[in-house]
């Protein structure tokens, strides 16, 4: 990930409703949220979670789709995944410290 993005990635995920979207399609996994269920769960009038959202997938951290009237969104777990290695890429400057490791999932599969 270049700097550029990770700075975009970061002043997206600084808004504690954006956080908390991202957060949500996280928790959903691959399977995505419909923009109205984001808005429900968040308690965010859909003008304002449409804000949000445009800008996370501005981001690159979000995808949508699609689906008639309706949108799914789902959070872009490569691009996480290269902002969390972004940021510990020099981790403790290499020592192998398994204190600064990042801590995987493995029950995630992302």
Do not use: W
């Not at 700097?3 to 995920?13: D, G, S, V, Y």
């Not at 949500?24 to 399977?31: D, H, Q």
């Not at 689906?67 to 691009?79: D, K, L, S, T």
């Amino acid at each position: 990930m270049e700097t550029k993005n990770a700075i975009a990635a970061l002043t997206a995920l600084g808004h504690a409703t954006r956080l908390a979207a991202f957060r949500l399609l996280v928790e959903a996994g691959p399977a995505g949220r419909m923009a109205g269920d984001i808005g429900q769960a968040l308690e965010v009038p859909g003008a304002t979670l449409s804000f949000h959202l445009k800008e996370l997938v501005h981001a690159g951290l979000v995808e949508s789709e699609s689906q008639g009237r309706h949108v799914c969104y789902r959070a872009n777990f490569q691009a996480m995944n290269g902002l969390i290695q972004y940021l510990t890429h020099n981790c403790c400057a290499g020592s192998g410290n398994a204190e600064c490791a990042p801590v995987a999932d493995p029950a995630c599969g992302c």
